[in-house]
């Protein structure tokens, strides 16, 4: 399925709006994570394992995100926007949401 | 007593001159290797407008993201502390800030490297928390989002 950020399929008419869909998850670092981060944040830099991790849970609320534009019959979700935010210490949520819309 | 003391202040310090040596390395190596890859996207712009540049002439669209999760060392999370007591700019974090912006809109990018621009992109920071309390203080994630376009034109417009 395409996913845009931007108002409209170039080249395509869009025929029908299913309105708005979304996808998310919340996640919590494991522990093991935590402590090779801790080491890394001696020396500063990228901490690989946490944007595995938010890299991982992106892509997680996307496929719920576009799981509920299939559903809907719809074939490009338009306008996808991504918000996180902190739940509690050390977990956070990942949301995905768009507009699910059918083109010709 | 005194070699208890001594070691509560020796640990401090050594951390802080770690993360100064390596940290100030590792921050010189990202900007060059940041420099680098920057320049390979030369005529490949990120914009922040909707309008794709030569209107209606786009032949594909989708979306690319890019991320990354960047920390700063010891040493300038120790100037920042300082920093938080006489008030004023916090210098020591915006080359932090700086390098995981470009660094993300570059990954961005990278996941679609054949695009011809990439238009609405949007930049989105937060703050990474620890578990334990105030040892996440200066880790941020950047994300960087937009439509990768190509146009039906070549690339020279």
């Given amino acids: 399925m395409i996913l845009t950020n931007i108002d409209s399929m170039p080249g395509q008419r869009i025929v029908q709006h299913f309105g708005l ?21 001696i020396v500063g830099g990228e901490l690989k394992g946490y944007t595995e991790l938010l ?34 210490q ?15 | 007593m005194s070699i208890e003391l001594l070691i509560s202040i020796a640990i401090p310090v050594f951390l802080i001159v770690v993360g100064r040596v390596v940290g100030s390395s590792i921050e010189r ?18 914009l922040s ?28 999370r120790f100037l920042s502390g300082f920093r938080m007591i006489f008030g004023g700019e916090v210098r020591s974090y915006s080359s932090l800030i700086e390098r995981a912006r470009r660094e993300a809109v570059l990954r961005m990018k990278e996941s679609q490297p054949d695009a011809h621009a990439y238009i609405n992109t949007r930049l ?12 996440g203080i200066g880790t941020i994630e950047v994300l960087a989002y937009g439509t990768a376009v190509h146009y039906d034109r070549a690339k020279g417009r």
């Fill in chain 1, 21 to 41: 869909v979304q996808g998310s998850t919340i996640r919590a670092k494991h522990f093991g994570r935590d402590f090779a981060a801790g080491l890394k944040n």
């Fill in chain 1, 55 to 88: 890299q991982e849970s992106r892509a997680e609320a996307t496929s719920r995100m576009v799981a509920q534009a299939r559903d809907l019959g719809a074939n490009p979700v338009i306008n996808v926007r991504f918000t996180t935010s902190s739940v509690a």
């Fill in chain 1, 90 to 104: 050390g977990a956070s949520e990942i949301l995905a949401y768009g507009t699910a819309v059918l083109v010709e």
């Fill in chain 2, 29 to 46: 190596k990202h900007y060059a290797s940041i420099e680098d890859r920057e320049a390979r996207f030369h005529g490949q712009p990120a």
């Fill in chain 2, 49 to 76: 407008t909707k309008q794709s540049d030569p209107p209606g002439a786009v032949r594909s669209a989708s979306l690319a993201t890019g991320s990354v999760v960047l920390s700063v060392d010891h040493f300038k």
């Fill in chain 2, 124 to 135: 989105e920071t937060s703050t990474i928390s620890s578990t334990t309390g105030n040892e």
